[in-house]
């Protein structure tokens, strides 16, 4: 056998790597990082649970890297580069969309939020990583597309980094510090496109380049 032979043999295959993620995802959310156990997520994977260690370690590892899988799958929708083709007003208002239905009706994530403020030292890495692949890359690819519009003459914007912030903290009105300190299980989808709506008027507001 040679090599080619025998990493094609070893090296784990990527839809059942993604698969087990997927299901990491859910099982984590409904269970937390304690009650979720191996077995479970191979069940809902549909995957044998030796299969689960040729791919992580153990659950720490297998808990990280769904944080991970859950964000990097949640800022592909959210910043997506194909917003950066639409003018402004629009493309704001899409990823103000993607926002609020992220912190208005996405259970995973909100889970996941809370198990990594509510942990103790076992999660600080967990934590880390969740600010590291949440709002810090988030803030990056959504600052990009504003560099864009900026670029293009359609925006204002001295400091892109923290008026991505400011559009996040936008979105989140109304509908995401009741669901974290357990509030509401959901906003409405009504709710969602309102505070939308009023997050990409208020940013425009401040940074769309008015010709005088």
């Not at 040679?2 to 295959?13: I, S």
């Not at 984590?28 to 191996?38: I, Q, Y």
């Not at 030292?121 to 560099?147: C, H, K, M, Y």
């Amino acid at each position: 056998m040679n090599n080619a032979e025998a990493t094609k043999m070893t090296a784990p295959h990527p839809s059942i790597h993604a698969k087990i993620l997927a299901a990491a995802v859910e099982q984590f959310a409904v269970d937390g990082f304690e009650g979720a156990n191996m077995d479970a997520i191979a069940r809902r994977a549909g995957v044998a649970k030796p299969t689960i260690y040729n791919h992580f370690r153990d659950k720490s590892a297998l808990y990280l890297a769904s944080i991970e899988y859950m964000l990097g799958r949640n800022r592909a929708t959210i910043a997506s580069p194909s917003f950066a083709s639409l003018p402004a007003g629009k493309g704001i208002l899409k990823v103000a969309l993607e926002l609020t239905w992220l912190f208005g009706r996405d259970d995973d994530m909100l889970m996941f939020c809370k198990m990594c403020i509510a942990g103790n030292e076992r999660f600080q890495t967990a934590a880390d990583v969740f600010l590291r692949n949440g709002p810090w890359r988030g803030t990056d690819e959504i600052a990009s597309l504003l560099r864009v519009w900026h670029e293009r003459g359609e925006l204002r914007i001295d400091r892109p980094s923290f008026a991505a912030r400011q559009l996040s903290e936008l979105c989140k009105a109304d509908i995401f510090d009741a669901r974290l300190f357990g509030g509401p299980a959901m906003a409405t989808e009504e709710e969602c496109r309102f505070t939308a709506s009023e997050a990409a008027r208020t940013f425009l507001a401040r940074y769309a380049r008015h010709e005088r």
